[in-house]
């Protein structure tokens, strides 16, 4: 049974950092597309970063140049390192696992049989 458990969220003000993590457990982790996506009041879910099977990134237009998305295959732990945070980064930030290897950048590319981990809210003020 797959597992992802985010922390790392909280409140910061705009200019901040935040290092978001997502532990992942029961399956084979390097063989699934991992990304982090993230839905502000209001808004629809929208992918933000995602490592596919072969490694490669890819990142949504509206943080490029701020966050970085890493892992760390040995511990199944997948990262988000936010930095310059701005207000409209407010939003429950999600991870999330798909079987299929990728893409995995919109939730509309995302199989059925993706897992998602609970969230952590990350509030930025300014």
Do not use: H
């Amino acid at each position: 049974q797959v597992q992802l458990v985010e922390s790392g969220g909280g409140s910061v003000q705009a200019g901040g950092s935040l290092r978001l993590s997502c532990a992942a457990s029961g399956y084979t982790y390097r063989r699934y597309c991992m990304g982090w996506f993230r839905q502000g009041p209001g808004k629809e879910r929208e992918g933000v970063a995602a490592i596919n099977n072969d490694g490669n990134m890819w990142y949504v237009d509206s943080v490029k140049g701020r966050f970085t998305i890493s892992q760390d295959v040995a511990k199944n732990t997948l990262y988000l390192q936010m930095n310059s945070l701005k207000p409209e980064d407010t939003a429950m930030y999600y991870c999330a696992a798909d079987p299929l290897g990728g893409p995995c950048y919109t939730p509309s590319q995302l199989s059925r049989g993706t897992s998602w981990g609970q969230g952590t809210q990350v509030t930025v003020s300014s």
